[in-house]
């Protein structure tokens, strides 16, 4: 059975940063493409970054050069750093994965950014 837990969300100021966690089960991340994704409140969820089996990656725009996507196959795990964090980045931000025609998601960790 697939499992994801994020980790690492909370409360940070304008221009600060976070490292977002999400654990996998029951998937072997490094041959599997992973995604982070958002939903701030009112909106609906949106994509934010994918790193593919073949190490491709990929970002949303509004999130270039600010966030980073990356993993760490001996943890199973995929990180999103963010950096120089903006107000407009507080969201509900989840982990997902697809097997086959089956989406996963992770429960979500919130991120406010606010002074």
């Known amino acids: 059975q697939v499992q994801l837990v994020e980790s690492g969300g909370g409360l940070v100021q304008p221009g600060g940063s976070l490292r977002l966690s999400c654990e996998a089960s029951?998937?072997?991340?490094?041959?599997?493409?992973m995604n982070w994704y958002r939903q701030a409140p009112g909106k609906q969820r949106a994509f934010v970054a994918r790193?593919?089996?073949?190490?491709?990656?990929y970002y949303a725009d509004s999130v270039k050069g600010r966030f980073t996507i990356s993993r760490d196959n001996a943890k199973n795990t995929v990180y999103l750093q963010m950096n120089s964090l903006k107000p407009e980045d507080t969201a509900v931000y989840y982990c997902?994965?697809?097997?086959?025609?089956?989406?996963?998601w992770g429960q979500g960790t919130q991120v406010t950014v606010s002074s």
């Open positions: 790193i593919t089996s073949g190490d491709s990656i």
């Open positions: 997902k994965t697809q097997q086959g025609p089956v989406d996963y």
């Open positions: 029951g998937i072997i991340i490094s041959i599997n493409t």
